[in-house]
T-cell receptor
Framework: GDSVTQMEGPVTLSEEAFLTINCTYT??????LFWYVQYPGEGLQLLLK?????DKGSNKGFEATYRKETTSFHLEKGSVQVSDSAVYFC????????????FGAGTILRVKS | EAGVTQSPTHLIKTRGQQATLRCSPI?????VYWYQQALGLGLQFLLW???????NRGNFPPRFSGRQFPNYSSELNVNALELEDSALYLC????????????FGEGSWLTVV
């Protein structure tokens, strides 16, 4: 079945460092891909999405490009802040109507000042 | 515009009891989803309701059930609670069935003692 694999964390960075969180997927067809973020004690927030190959999703300085050839959707940010500390989930849509999300295990990001 | 709202925020129940969690979708959204986020198990798809009907369910026993009301709000019922049902239950909503972006609420914490 469809699945998402994320790099294991926690990832610990200093403020202003470059961030990459790897995400690869296995799916039939070409599903939409998502990054969600979960801040401590809160629910999930959609961070960005891409709906087709070569699409780049971006938001709040974060970017991810839908790479069909490598089945990847890596999350990047050029300069992280302490406020970016959270859990990041990569996900793809699946199911007959594309309404079921399959999530990766999540990657904890800790940014030190 | 209000996002997805869930209640209660926290709920403590005894093993064997029943728990009811409630969710109001974003205005105009007709699809409601339930996910379970248990410690160590990641985010698991539970149920999807659309136009009052259950459209899909994840790999959970029948004691997990729910419904969607005419105003598109939803409730999740968990019967015969077990300790391992302790988790964050996230509700989400989207515009319609066909692959629209899914938005999550803050979640309801269920603790079974």
């Amino acid at each position: 079945g469809d699945s998402v694999t994320q790099m294991e964390g926690p990832v610990t960075l200093s403020e202003e460092a470059f961030l990459t969180i790897n995400c690869t997927y296995t799916a039939t067809g070409y599903p939409s891909l998502f990054w969600y973020v979960q801040y401590p004690g809160e629910g999930l927030q959609l961070l960005l999405k891409a709906t087709k190959a070569d699409d780049k999703g971006s938001n709040k300085g974060f970017e991810a490009t839908y790479r069909k050839e490598t089945t990847s959707f890596h999350l990047e940010k050029g300069s992280v802040q302490v406020s970016d500390s959270a859990v990041y989930f990569c996900a793809l849509e699946t199911g007959e109507y594309g309404n079921k999300l399959v999530f990766g295990a999540g990657t904890i990001l800790r940014v030190k000042s | 515009e209000a996002g997805v709202t869930q209640s209660p925020t926290h709920l403590i129940k005894t093993r064997g009891q029943q728990a009811t969690l409630r969710c109001s979708p974003i205005s105009g959204h007709t699809s409601v989803y339930w996910y379970q986020q248990a410690l160590g198990l990641g985010l698991q798809f539970l149920l999807w309701y659309d136009e009052g009907e259950e459209r899909n369910r994840g790999n959970f026993p029948p004691r997990f059930s729910g419904r969607q009301f005419p105003n598109y709000s939803s409730e999740l019922n968990v019967n015969a609670l077990e300790l391992e049902d302790s988790a964050l239950y996230l509700c989400a909503s989207s515009l319609a069935r066909y692959g629209n972006t899914i938005y999550f609420g803050e979640g309801s914490w269920l603790t079974v003692v």
